[in-house]
């Protein structure tokens, strides 16, 4: 299963138009404020489609909605190159936030279902770890890959690349073992929901688990999206901008890497990750040189590790009946989270500046932090 995985993993983030698609929209004559809107859309969709989508993961075919996701990518990616417009990379935008809405969950439920079947469910963390840092691997190859794609064929080469891709993704999703049986006829995915619901409700220990994956996972995340005009703002001339994205890049996949090594870090061990993790981002961030985005990418790659074992508590902590939804309803938080960072950002960025709203972004974390080591309350 493992290798279907990792294929899958670097299939669904080996899209060349991730790089670039900020290029054809303001080449196609989008204003910032309307390349805003389509991001806040691609948030909304996955907030309105993620608890839905999990719960239908766990009433159906997990492997279903692994291969289906990949088309709907497929068909957004073609309508952006073909149909260049807004109201196309609207389109495209939902049906990507649908394609993310539809693996978020059902992959995490299906890998742990099938690691703890093999007895193999301490390894969680591990797997999934090396996943996405085959997924990250997958982003620096596209940017590598991107700029002379482009410059031999243009958006419609690229485009077509990208589709590609996610052609194989849906192909790759077909090899996944699923030996759980799915709900029957009397088990629909409004029951489904409901009952994951309330377990979480029931249980302290999952609602704690359900909060701390959007309080790691989806500041750093958003901030993803503003890091090319933070390393703009250190005064680097556009040609270098991709090489240091790479170097973040490899601070993300180094995180993803030393998660198996990490799965043993108590409460203080993962509050001081998550601490001096913010501490780096602050300190990368206010330099406002080259030098420092080496501080965010290590800053990022201790985010990203804090995000792997977040997940994995979650998933520890669930008990089989609803695991898709309650990963779904994390993702939901995450996307929410997600949604006002966006806000908060578009309002600070333009006074601010770049690099002091990414260290005021670090305070959030150093929260968290404070919240996961203090005792916890007895009944």
């Known amino acids: ?40 859309l691609w948030s909304l969709t996955g907030v309105l489609l993620e608890i839905p989508s999990g719960a239908w993961a766990d009433a159906v075919s997990r492997r279903l909605l692994l291969w289906l996701g990949p088309l709907l990518g497929a068909a957004g990616f073609a309508l952006w190159v073909i149909f260049p417009s807004y109201w196309a990379f609207a389109a495209g935008f939902v049906l990507w936030g649908a394609r993310g809405a539809l693996g978020s969950g059902a992959l995490e439920a299906l890998v742990y279902e099938e690691l703890e079947l093999l007895g193999a469910a301490d390894r969680y963390a591990r797997v999934m770890g090396r996943a996405q840092a085959a997924g990250q691997v997958a982003v620096m190859t596209a940017m590598a890959l991107a700029g002379p794609v482009l410059a031999a064929g243009g958006y419609p080469a690229v485009g077509a690349a990208s589709v590609l891709a996610c052609l194989l993704c849906a192909a790759a999703a077909t090899r996944f073992p699923e030996h759980r049986t799915p709900g029957g006829e009397g088990d629909h995915w409004a029951a489904t929901l409901r009952s994951g619901l309330a377990h979480a409700r029931h249980d302290r220990s999952v609602r704690g ?70 501490l780096l981002l602050a300190a990368g961030a206010i330099t406002g040189t080259p030098a420092g985005i080496a501080l965010i990418a290590l800053a990022f790659g201790g985010f990203q590790l804090a995000t792997v074992l977040a997940d994995a508590r979650l998933q520890q902590r669930i008990e089989d009946t609803g695991r898709a939804t309650l990963t779904s309803v994390a993702g939901l938080g995450t996307e929410a989270v997600t949604i006002g960072v966006y806000g908060a950002y578009g309002a600070l960025g333009p006074v601010l500046g770049h690099g002091t709203v990414f260290a005021l972004c670090a305070v959030p974390y150093l929260v968290t932090a404070v919240l996961v080591r203090a005792p916890r309350r007895r009944r």
């Open 1 to 40: 299963m493992t290798a279907t995985l990792y294929a899958y993993a670097f299939l669904d983030e080996f899209v060349l138009l991730y790089p670039v698609y900020a290029l054809l929209f303001a080449d196609t004559g989008l204003s910032v404020r309307q390349i805003s809107s389509l991001f806040i």
């Open 209 to 278: 688990a359900l909060l701390l994956v959007p309080a790691v996972a989806a500041v750093w995340g958003a901030l993803d999206e503003y890091t090319p005009l933070l390393v703009r703002e250190t005064g680097v001339p556009d040609a270098a901008v991709p090489y240091l994205l790479v170097l973040i890049w490899a601070g993300v996949t180094a995180g993803s890497l030393l998660s198996g090594a990490a799965e043993s870090l108590g409460r203080t061990g993962f509050a001081a990750l998550l601490a001096a993790s913010a």
